[in-house]
């Protein structure tokens, strides 16, 4: 065992002194510094800090293969193994730094969002679900997962052979106290950064664009990524029902209100329970709306057959991504945008909170409720959350074996789907079919001319390039065509065999990428074939052997109406799709028109409600009308207790 004026234990003392000199500056700056530059600056430090403690063995092997005269211009090699441990250090910790602020610009360049305690907690269940949205393959998610960990471990055990060797004794006494430094400074830090964020939003609470996704993003890069992601996390623990915020004292709807509501959407026979089939469209949309083109695109999914009940243009609250938003409206009427950028996780951040769902009420009526779901149940802990919404029966692409990893085609899924759904004259069911097969990006390899192609855009200023996009698209859009059909076709057999009537809801869950501009890496710009359509705009069409039609208040059908769509036809009273039609009758396609989101970053919990802000494109009686309906309609929610 070395004395202790060995060279080793020398440098393991400088080492841990410089350490703790580091952990201290943190701290100092968390403490002093005035101005915003510590978010940035003392994560930076921190986490030098703790890699410091690690850095001994790299040190001096990069210290015994110095040039001579490099080594030789040091005092002593204590000194040298300890500014070497310094660089790495230093240099590690603005690497990591960079490269998850690098990561969150990322993020927010393909759905507007910066990275958040959320995604990390997802990426790590599932790390090749993370590659396959970066249009990557899943291996390459864990082959870097695998890299950082063999590093990782190699760089621990090369520190603990030099605790046993040498150090021992410096370590027992220093480590305890690193460690407490270190959790003084980072709670000093995540503490401050929470007051001096909700101080900032405060300042800027006129400033209606800071409510925005956009405006989030640029508090996150202003801010950093460990400062927005210490922020996000405190959120994310601290936020409650900040959907009812809404509600002021607005009285709620009386139960007679409540039943015109609901009876106003649909009028036809609803005594009898159907099979009820809802699918989840990816990325579909109908062309025609959405582009200027040479040639009409005909399609059953947007026109009207013998079984349509309706068939309409479809708002939904994402562009280009983000199809768990999606999915989220649809299974419980709540309107995402309600619950701030929290609401762009809905899946975990609000679904737990959320007592009344459609699966749910379908359940409580005796029906076998089932998810078909065309990627892995990991994504965004999709078959825990389904369940905990009220689906008893979950089958991802691993349980139905599908081949394709991220994109199965549709028509594959479909058959799956169907092969599990049995005869059953006691029974309805509820199925849930989520596809993923017309994924965005559309790689142009399938047409060798514009012979081939099914339609063009009607500007002759687009490219060879762009109509093959289209096609591209159009190809898989059939694909989903005939999955579409499969599965009604498979409804009408099911009537036949136990008498029982059918419902099919279709819809688009956004549209793509590849048209939209929201993609980073997006070469083309559409922009000018685009028609007037808002890109929020997809559709959605309700088939039914039941005898009876809708009459919608307005035209465009928002997402969040989709329960109350379904309930029409079942039957049964519902406290919130009642308050969604007569939100929808008021507001029309947008429910939250007009409303900044409550409880953003933790602004207005004190006082417990949202601010409203004028509409100058909407006349002012029929924006008094929705505002008097949003609230009434939280209030409404708040009443029956269906988020807690």
Same mark, same amino acid.
């Given at each position: ?33 005035? @101005? ?27 210290? #015994?293969?110095?040039?001579?005269? $490099? ?82 471990? !190699? ?18 006494? !220093? ?42 993003? #640029? ?44 009876? @106003? ?18 990325? =579909? ?32 609250? $994402? ?166 059909? #499969? ?36 070469? #083309? ?7 007037? !359509? ?46 969604? =039609? ?28 949202? @601010? ?15 505002? $008097? ?16």
């Amino acid at each position: 065992m070395p004395s202790p004026f060995a060279p080793a234990t020398w440098v393991a003392i400088v080492g841990r002194t410089v350490t703790a000199g580091l952990l201290l500056s943190g701290h100092a700056l968390v403490c002093f510094d005035r @101005s915003d530059d510590y978010m940035r600056a003392a994560p930076i430090v921190l986490l030098a800090g703790c890699l410091n403690l690690v850095m001994g063995p790299p040190a001096r092997a990069i210290g #015994r293969v110095l040039p001579r005269r $490099i080594a030789g211009s040091m005092r002593t090699a204590i000194l040298r193994d300890a500014t070497v441990a310094l660089v790495l250090a230093l240099a590690s910790a603005v690497a990591a730094f960079t490269l998850l602020d690098l990561a969150g610009r990322y993020k927010i360049s393909l759905n507007g969002m910066p990275i958040t305690e959320t995604d990390l907690e997802l990426a790590a269940k599932d790390i090749g679900v993370v590659a396959n949205i970066a249009g990557l393959p899943s291996w390459v998610g864990w082959a870097a997962a695998g890299a950082f960990v063999v590093l990782a471990a !190699a760089v621990v055990v090369g520190w603990g052979r030099g605790v046993r060797q040498r150090r021992w004794k410096v370590e027992a006494l !220093a480590l305890p106290l690193m460690v407490a430094i270190c959790a003084l400074a980072v709670s000093a830090y995540g503490s401050r950064v929470h007051a001096d964020v909700k101080q900032y939003l405060a300042r800027a609470a006129d400033d209606t664009e800071i409510w925005t996704p956009e405006g989030i993003a #640029r508090l996150a890069v202003r801010i950093g990524p460990v400062a927005f992601l210490s922020y996000s996390a405190d959120l994310r623990r601290e936020t409650e029902a900040p959907f009812f915020n809404l509600a002021d004292d607005a009285p709620p709807l009386s139960p007679d209100e409540r039943r015109r509501a609901l009876g @106003s959407l649909y009028h036809g026979e609803t005594d009898r329970r159907p099979n009820v089939v809802m699918i989840h469209l990816e990325s =579909i949309f109908d062309p025609n709306r959405a582009f200027l083109l040479r040639t009409p695109v005909v399609s059953s999914l947007f026109s009207p057959n013998a079984h349509t009940k309706l068939v309409a243009p479809f708002r939904v609250n $994402i562009i280009g991504g983000g199809s768990w938003v999606t999915e989220f409206e649809v299974l419980t009427g709540f309107d995402t945008r309600a619950f701030g950028h929290l609401g762009y996780y809905a899946h975990k951040t609000i679904g737990p909170h959320v007592r009344n769902t459609l699966p749910g009420r379908f359940g409580a009526l005796g029906y076998r409720t089932v998810t078909f779901y065309a990627t892995s149940g990991l994504f965004y802990d999709v078959r825990n959350v389904f369940r905990r919404y009220g689906f008893t029966e979950f089958f991802d692409r691993g349980d139905l074996e599908l081949a394709e990893e991220w994109t199965p085609p549709d028509p594959s899924l479909a058959e799956a789907a169907v092969a599990r759904m049995p005869a059953d004259p006691e029974r309805p069911l509820f199925a849930y079919v989520v596809t993923n097969g017309a994924h965005s990006p559309y790689r142009c390899s399938h047409f060798e001319s514009a012979a081939d192609f099914e339609s063009t855009f009607a500007d002759p200023t687009a490219d060879w390039a762009m109509n093959c996009e289209l096609n591209e698209y159009l190809r898989l859009m059939r694909q989903s065509e005939v999955a579409v059909e #499969r599965i009604r076709d498979r409804l009408v057999a099911l009537e036949r065999e136990t008498g029982r009537p059918f419902v099919l809801l279709i819809y688009g869950d956004h549209q793509p990428h590849a048209f939209t501009g929201t993609w980073k890496w997006v070469l #083309r710009d559409y922009s000018g074939v685009r028609t007037a !359509a808002s890109r929020k705009q997809t559709f959605v069409h309700v088939m039914s052997s039941l005898a009876g039609a809708y009459a919608p208040a307005h035209e465009e059908i928002p997402s969040a109406l989709v329960p109350a769509l379904l309930r029409a036809l079942v039957g049964g009273d519902d406290v919130v799709d009642a308050a969604m =039609i007569h939100l929808f009758g008021a507001c029309g396609s947008d429910p939250m028109r007009g409303v900044k989101p409550p409880n953003l970053l933790g602004l207005e919990k004190v006082e417990g409600r949202a @601010s409203m802000v004028s509409d100058a494109d909407e006349p002012e009686a029929a924006s008094l009308a929705c505002r $008097i309906a949003q609230r009434r309609a939280m209030a409404t929610l708040a009443a029956a207790r269906v988020y807690e």
